[in-house]
């Protein structure tokens, strides 16, 4: 397979020099092998293989790999659709994760959520990059092409990254937070997010009206 290849080479790479400082072993320790043989799909089983995946456990990142994967290509599709890219990109989606694991706080938000974070800006930076390179090669006299995102997920990379509206998002709860995040920040359905978060999905529509009726609140935007 050759996702198995890359990986195997990705581990072999960087093993060392991504995760320099950790005080890694070499190989998965028996105590690391059995937490990962009960490892499931719940949130956080897999905040704990990202945890595994940050002392640079190998077979903790190929399980990681097995419960996320199919989400996260889903994820990539919505921005990319063709399906040979998307898969690409998805394996730079495990690449990063491989090398920021370190990065995740399960305080700051679910795991299926900086994952589907990645494998959106991913995508959106594969998109960009694709239509700046047909771009160059287009003559002076066609019109600049307009990315084709949606007014909803451009509003979202707002309040995902500036001004008032981040601290806004942050100081929502925790849950609402994450459906948020899902909902319009990776273009998920209400149904998709749900299996992403274990809940119904009228669960989830309802952390996403309560916290944007916060947002808004403090942002003093009228209704």
Same mark, same amino acid.
């Given at each position: 397979m050759v996702f198995a290849k890359c990986m195997l080479a990705l581990c072999c790479t960087y093993g060392a020099g991504a995760h320099s400082g950790r005080n890694m072993s070499a190989r998965v320790t028996a105590s690391g092998a059995a937490?990962? /043989? +009960?490892?499931?799909?719940?949130?956080?089983?897999?905040?704990?293989?990202?945890?595994?995946?940050? /002392? !640079?456990?190998?077979?903790?990142?190929?399980?990681?790999?097995?419960?996320? *994967?199919?989400?996260?290509?889903?994820?990539?599709? +919505?921005?990319?659709?063709?399906? &040979?890219?998307?898969?690409e990109v998805r394996q730079d989606v495990y690449l990063e994760i491989w090398q920021q694991a370190t990065k995740f706080s399960? /305080?700051? !938000? /679910?795991?299926?959520?900086?994952?589907?974070?990645?494998?959106?800006?991913?995508?959106?930076? +594969?998109?960009? &990059?694709?239509?700046a390179s047909r771009r160059r090669d287009r003559t002076s006299g066609i019109r600049e092409w307009t990315p084709p995102y949606d007014q909803v997920s451009e509003r979202m990379d707002f309040? *995902?990254?500036? !001004?008032? &509206?981040a601290t806004a998002l942050r100081e929502l709860p925790k849950l609402q937070q994450d459906a948020i995040e899902?909902?319009?920040g990776c273009g998920l359905s209400?149904?998709?997010? &749900?299996?992403?978060?274990?809940?119904?999905?009228?669960?989830?529509?309802?952390?996403?009206?309560d916290g944007l009726l916060r947002l808004r609140a403090s942002l003093g935007v009228a209704a």
């Open positions: 937490r990962v /043989a +009960r490892v499931g799909s719940s949130d956080s089983q897999l905040a704990e293989l990202l945890v595994l995946v940050a /002392a !640079g456990d190998s077979s903790a990142f190929s399980s990681l790999y097995k419960a996320t *994967s199919t989400q996260v290509l889903a994820v990539v599709r +919505r921005q990319l659709i063709d399906l &040979a890219l998307s898969e399960q /305080a700051r !938000g /679910a795991a299926m959520v900086w994952i589907c974070v990645i494998a959106r800006r991913r995508a959106i930076d +594969r998109v960009r &990059a694709v239509h309040v *995902s990254e500036f !001004g008032p &509206a899902l909902v319009y209400s149904v998709e997010a &749900a299996a992403v978060l274990c809940v119904a999905p009228g669960t989830v529509r309802t952390r996403v009206r």
